[in-house]
């Protein structure tokens, strides 16, 4: 018997697979803490990208906890934590060349940032 | 009779991959091919951005709906049935008079399957994504949207496991339409942000 077949594509496309993950992680910081991303350079799988990293942003949003991608590819959820909607204003991520009055709103997970 | 394919050129490089996984996949007895015509189908015919259409005419017209998808945007499309896969935690964005938002993901092509359908191939594209983290206004200008400076522009890298969904600005002079009406007006780029609603006829 095939593993994918016409009778379970119905279920698998309205289930999805979320990566929330019910687990009980305090958050490291708050909406309105300034944060600063870490300038790491893994030679792995992150969703920390190189323009985002050194950058100093504000949390604005706290989506709740995530398995983290970065330790998770290899198919078990794993180092469940909170992710952030954090705001950049574009200033500061593109010097002269930003466009004016742009911000970038980007999900980043706990182990991604420090406090500023 | 105008005849300007050739009959005799090899298929392209993708397709040749897709059928040599699709055949290994067969033979090694993990997938029934059947399964891939459901779901080319299911994402061809039934699932698209006339989706998400509806659930910004909705929340056009019912603000009690409108406060529920910009508080939990993943409960308030489920209402409507639309959820998923790429479409499980969702956050909707709200475009005001003094803000405009656009979508992009700078990891692949992350994109909310439930309300928009598979992503057009420009949103997978390098020069997207590269482009519009840096110079979204100019970005927007080729979509054919001039935006004052006085309008913040907010870019949402969906580079983790969040889908967004933008929710355009009801156009003028729509106030009498039906909520059926209203979705004719919402298009995939409008609720990509890099389009607006479009204004009604006549």
Known sequence: M????????????????????????????????????????????????RYIRGKTGIVARDHGVFAFPDTSVCGVHSDPQHVYSVRFEADHLWGEHANANSSLYIDLFDDYLDLA | MAHDHAHNAPPSDTAMRVKALETLLTEKGLLDPAAIDALVDTYENRIGPRNGAKVVARAWTDPEYKKRLLENGTDAIAEFGFSGVQGEDMVVVENTEDVHN?????????????????????????PYRARTVIDPRGVLEEFGVELSEDIEVRVWDSNAELRYLVLPQRPAGTEGMSEDELAGLVSRDSMIGTALADAPAG
């Open chain 2, 102 to 126: 656009i979508v992009v993901c700078t990891l692949c092509s992350c994109y909310p399957w439930p309300t928009l359908g598979l992503p057009p191939i420009w949103f997978k594209s390098a």
């Open chain 1, 2 to 49: 095939p593993a994918l077949t016409p009778d379970i594509v119905p279920g698998l496309v309205a289930g999805g697979a979320s990566c929330r993950m019910d687990a009980d992680v305090a958050p490291r910081f708050k909406v309105g803490d300034r944060v600063t991303a870490r300038n790491v350079n893994p030679l792995s799988h992150t969703r920390l990208p």
